[in-house]
């Protein structure tokens, strides 16, 4: 399976843009990136997903570079309430099996 | 409202106890999938069902069952629970063959302590 990479933790402030970047040097052909985000205690929440190029949506950009190697979940201007963790995994969209990986836990701070 | 239960949210048991916790969903979605979060180690998934009577093994299947008998409810079974499955688990399904809109719907979650 192919597998990501993010850093485990970040820290912002509010009102600043934040880009978290995932690594998944081994992604195949059919692979979706998708991210999700998880708040204490509580069941994930889809955000985004992309095949290449940009994808935006009320929440959040996703910027994939043209080699697919790497992603970065873009969320502007957040809020206290966007302090979660958040997780990318590759998803083929076929039912298989899926690996969420650590994720990288954002703190935004006052 | 879409959603996905789960049933019981929190539950606490005895080594070797059988017991089972329920998933259901309202939104006709074909997929559906059970993962445990344990510190440290994010979500690993146990099973996953492409639709009826469909049902394959995830990350970490040992000691747990499932069954797919309709399709809107997806049961997880520990046949004989042991300590090292105390952990949360969340239950969630999703649309299938749609690419570029699939999403996970994932329920609240079940805290289940073996004692």
């Known amino acids: 399976l192919a597998k990501t990479t993010q850093p485990i933790s970040m820290d912002s402030y509010e009102g600043q843009e934040v880009n978290i970047t995932c690594s998944h040097n081994?992604?195949?052909?059919?692979?979706?990136i998708t991210w999700y985000q998880q708040f204490p205690s509580q069941g994930p929440r889809f955000i985004i997903q992309?095949?290449?190029t940009k994808v935006t949506n009320e929440v959040a950009s996703l910027f994939i570079p043209a080699d697919r190697k790497s992603s970065t979940l873009s969320l502007p201007r957040v809020s206290l309430s966007d302090t979660a963790v958040y997780y990318c995994?590759?998803?083929?969209?076929?039912?298989?099996?899926?690996?969420f990986g650590g994720g990288t836990r954002l703190m935004v701070k006052p | 409202e879409a959603q996905v239960t789960q049933n019981p949210r929190y539950l606490i048991t005895v080594t070797g106890k059988k017991l089972t916790v329920t998933c259901s969903q309202n939104?006709?979605?074909?997929?559906m999938s059970w993962y445990r979060q344990d510190p440290g180690l994010g979500l690993r998934q146990i099973y996953y069902?492409?639709?009826?009577?469909?049902?394959d093994k995830g990350d970490v299947p040992e000691g747990y069952k499932v069954s797919r008998k309709e399709k809107r409810n997806f049961p997880l079974i520990l046949e004989s629970p042991s300590p090292n499955q105390t952990s949360l688990y969340f239950c969630?399904?999703?649309?299938?063959?749609?690419?570029?809109?699939?999403?996970?719907?994932f329920g609240p979650g079940t805290r289940l302590t073996v004692t």
């Open positions: 939104m006709n979605h074909e997929y």
């Open positions: 969630a399904s999703s649309l299938l063959g749609q690419p570029s809109s699939y999403e996970q719907y």
């Open positions: 995994l590759l998803d083929n969209n076929a039912g298989n099996m899926l690996t």
């Open positions: 081994n992604i195949a052909t059919n692979d979706y």
């Open positions: 992309g095949y290449k």
């Open positions: 069902s492409m639709n009826v009577e469909v049902t």
